[in-house]
């Protein structure tokens, strides 16, 4: 899909106060011109629209993930989820429907679904990106860096892969190595709005709590780049 299907993790991680102090129509015009480019219809139009072709191309991955996007940034996950699963038995490969589906359900009270849900899909595919930050995540601080640079040989331009690197060596105190880092990650996803605000803190050393967002130590980077960022409708910023 094109980078203008959006990123649904903008909105779960962004949105959700928002959207109770606003107007739904004015509501919806800033989150299109915002979070989805001026090409993004979330209107009613849309969703019949992409419900019709769908009536005609049932299994299309692309429609069903677009009926989607138009779903969840309304807030009507329980339209989103059947969606997404059928995208991802469509392309069990692909991590994307994995991933939107994983945080509805927490989003929605089921976290056995959403941790089951993960595990079986990185279980399934062992030398993913994604497999690779999962162990990141729960690794200790050198045995993490070992990992990162296992996974960029088969990933060299995977921006969230950089990024773990960055967080690691910035953990480190390793400051020009983490500049580095951030600024190979910063060009592998120019648009990514996470790389655009972490960074600045990042290099100034200010901790994820100080931001609001992951109670966790920095060096788990991994965590918060995919709980914020890569739950995405586009493989954005994934390699």
């Not at 690794?139 to 088969?154: F, G, I, N, T």
């Not at 990650?185 to 655009?196: E, G, M, Q, R, Y």
């Amino acid at each position: 899909m094109t980078r203008a299907s959006g990123c649904k993790l903008s909105i779960f991680w962004r949105l959700p106060g928002a959207r109770e102090h606003f107007p739904q129509e004015e509501f919806d015009r800033a989150f299109r011109q915002i979070f989805r480019g001026e090409d993004f219809d979330n209107s009613s139009g849309s969703e019949s629209a992409l419900r019709a072709r769908l009536v005609e191309a049932p299994d299309d991955y692309d429609l069903l993930s677009k009926l989607a996007d138009v779903y969840i940034s309304r807030g009507k996950f329980e339209k989103a989820t059947p969606l997404l699963e059928h995208a991802s038995r469509i392309r069990p490969n692909e991590y994307t429907p994995v991933e939107a589906l994983t945080e509805i359900y927490r989003r929605t009270g089921r976290d056995g679904k959403a941790k089951s849900t993960k595990w079986l899909w990185v279980s399934a595919h062992p030398v993913s990106v994604e497999a690779y930050t999962t162990q990141i995540e729960k690794a200790k601080p050198e045995r993490a860096l070992a990992l990162v640079a296992e996974a960029l040989e088969s990933y060299p331009n995977s921006a969230v892969l950089h990024y773990d690197r960055a967080a690691l060596l910035h953990s480190a105190h390793d400051v020009q190595g983490s500049e580095l880092e951030f600024a190979r990650a910063a060009k592998l996803a120019p648009d990514s709005a996470v790389i655009t605000s972490m960074t600045p803190s990042m290099r100034r050393g200010e901790s994820r709590s100080s931001q609001g967002s992951c109670h966790r130590k920095p060096w788990k980077k991994g965590h918060l780049w995919k709980a914020r960022m890569t739950f995405c409708s586009t493989s954005c910023v994934r390699r």
